[in-house]
Antibody, heavy 123, light 108 residues
Framework: QEQLVESGGGVVQPGRSLRLSCAAS????????MNWVRQAPGKGLEWVAV????????YYVDSVKGRFTVSRDNSEKTVYLQMNNLRADDTAIYYC????????????????WGKGTTVTVSS | DIQMTQSPSSLSASVGDRVTITCRAS??????LNWYQQKPGKAPNLLIYAASTLQSGVPSRFSGSGSGTDFTLTISSLQPEDFATYYCQQSYSTSALTFGGGTKVEIK
């Protein structure tokens, strides 16, 4: 079945780096955009970044611009989130989610989600 | 960025109740509006996309309506498994997606 599995989370000190991975299976990965969405403890969902199916476009929420980089390897069916200069307010569960759109009307939505990986930034 | 405001932030309801959650966008987003359900400790689950299209496998008691700036998610007859937090999300601005703050549906 269609599945996403995140990994790479952990406890890291402020200012350090971490790379998250999201491995896809059960669908044609190279035809879908991919998102990263995070959720701080006890808080709501926050979109973090999106990468187009071919990597041609990447967009980020303002709070991570210049610190986070999204990338993908379609041969490995994996999307990555490189997180540099981490701050305490980056502490969250990070989810990857498949980005799907309707064929003609181009309505986009996130229809497959991983279970998430937890990032804790603390000294 | 487009701001999404949900109301109420929480509500208490009984099994069998009709429940309506509202989402308002800070500018017109046509029908580029999605709804997700999240249960504690779980990933979000897509319920409705394009404002009113039910995702495959989602029970028909869920429905969505609206366009422009005002949207609603309705649960026609609340079931025990529907107690969760619900989020709206706009995809009009594909370079800056945003979620609403969430609505927690609790048992009365």
């Amino acid at each position: 079945q269609e599945q996403l599995v995140e990994s790479g989370g952990g406890v890291v000190q402020p200012g350090r780096s971490l790379r998250l991975s999201c491995a896809a299976s059960g669908f044609n990965f190279m035809t879908y955009g991919m998102n990263w969405v995070r959720q701080a403890p006890g808080k709501g969902l926050e979109w973090v970044a999106v990468i187009w199916h071919d990597g041609s476009n990447k967009y980020y929420v303002d709070s991570v611009k210049g610190r986070f980089t999204v990338s993908r390897d379609n041969s490995e069916k994996t999307v990555y989130l490189q997180m540099n200069n981490l701050r305490a307010d980056d502490t969250a569960i990070y989810y990857c989610a498949r980005y799907r759109r309707t064929p003609i009307t181009r309505y986009y939505y996130m229809d497959v989600w991983g279970k998430g990986t937890t990032v804790t930034v603390s000294s | 960025d487009i701001q999404m405001t949900q109301s109420p932030s929480s509500l208490s309801a009984s099994v069998g109740d009709r429940v309506t959650i509202t989402c308002r966008a800070s500018q017109s987003i046509s029908s580029y509006l999605n709804w997700y359900q999240q249960k504690p400790g779980k990933a979000p689950n897509l319920l409705i996309y394009a404002a009113s299209t039910l995702q495959s496998g989602v029970p028909s008691r869920f429905s969505g309506s609206g366009s422009g700036t005002d949207f609603t998610l309705t649960i026609s007859s609340l079931q025990p498994e529907d107690f969760a937090t619900y989020y709206c999300q706009q995809s009009y601005s594909t370079s800056a997606l945003t979620f609403g703050g969430g609505t927690k549906v609790e048992i009365k």
